[in-house]
C-alpha cells in the first residue's frame, strides 16, 4: 500500500500544482477585472473651447475610448442600451484617441465600426488628444453627461467591472438623469479601462491595449 502511494504522489503533486495555479489565476483576474482606471477631472460646464457641436434641447453624452481597449467593448453595449431607451432625449459623441497613431488606424478597430453603427451616436477621432485633454478623460470608457443647459450632471464609467456588461451605477443613474430631470449632486462611478495616455512601465504590463503586437 505504502509503495502505491509513493507511485502515485508525483501525480498528486502535479495536481495540487495545477489547482493552485488556477486559483492563482483565477484570482488575478478577478483583481484585475475589479480594479477601476484613474479618471480625470471633467469641467463643471461644457467647455467652451470644445469642437463638438452641443445640441440644444437634449442631454449630451460624451465617452472617450482607446480603439484598442477590451474593456471598453462592454461599454458599447451600454451605450445601445442608452441610445435605445433614451431615443430623442439624449444625444451622444464617443472621441477615439490613441496617441502615436492616425485616424485610419482607429477607424479599422472594431469598437469604432461598432460604434458608428449605434443610432444616435457620432463617431469622431481626437487628433493630438485636444478634445480628450478639454474634458478631462484618462480612461478608456470615461463618460460625462451634461444636462440641458451644459452643466455636468454624471462622469465615471457604465459597466461594473472591466468587460462586464450588466446591471450597473452608471448606466441606471444616466437613464435616472435624464428621465426624471431632477439633477442634484452629480453622479460619480468608477471608470474600468485602459490608460488614454502613454502608461508606465507597470501600466504596460496591466493594460492590454498598449501591448506591442
Known amino acids: 500500500m505504502m509503495y502505491s ?16 495555479l488556477i486559483l492563482f489565476g483565477g484570482r488575478t483576474l478577478l483583481n484585475y477585472e475589479g480594479t477601476a482606471g484613474t479618471p ?14 452641443r445640441p ?22 451600454e451605450i ?9 432625449k439624449l444625444a451622444a459623441f464617443l472621441v477615439f484617441s490613441k496617441p502615436a497613431s492616425g485616424e485610419e488606424e482607429a477607424e479599422a478597430a472594431s469598437l ?3 460604434a458608428a453603427r449605434i443610432p444616435g451616436v457620432s463617431v469622431s477621432y481626437d487628433d493630438r488628444g485636444a478634445e480628450t485633454d478639454r474634458f478631462g478623460a484618462r480612461v ?13 450632471v454624471f462622469s465615471g464609467g457604465i459597466t461594473a467591472a472591466r468587460g462586464h456588461e450588466g446591471d450597473n451605477d452608471g448606466v441606471d ?3 435616472s438623469l435624464v428621465t426624471e430631470s431632477d439633477v442634484g449632486t452629480p453622479i460619480h462611478t468608477p471608470v474600468f ?10 501600466t504596460l504590463t496591466e493594460d492590454s491595449s498598449w501591448k506591442k503586437r
Not at 502511494?5 to 500544482?17: E, K
Not at 477631472?41 to 461644457?46: D, I, L, Q
Not at 478608456?140 to 455636468?152: A, E, F, H, I, V
Open 5 to 20: 502511494f509513493l507511485r502515485r504522489m508525483p501525480i498528486l503533486l502535479v495536481g495540487l500544482v495545477w489547482a493552485g
Open 40 to 53: 480625470g477631472s471633467p469641467p463643471s460646464r461644457w467647455p467652451s473651447s470644445s469642437r463638438i457641436t
Open 56 to 77: 440644444n434641447g437634449k442631454f449630451v453624452l460624451v465617452m472617450f475610448a482607446h480603439p484598442n481597449c477590451p474593456c471598453t467593448r462592454a461599454g458599447m453595449t
Open 80 to 88: 445601445e442600451i442608452l441610445m435605445a431607451q433614451l431615443q430623442g
Open 112 to 114: 469604432w465600426k461598432r
Open 140 to 152: 478608456s470608457g470615461q463618460t460625462m453627461l451634461y444636462d440641458l443647459d451644459g452643466k455636468l
Open 173 to 175: 443613474g444616466i437613464i
Open 193 to 202: 479601462g485602459c490608460a488614454l495616455y502613454d502608461p508606465s512601465a507597470k
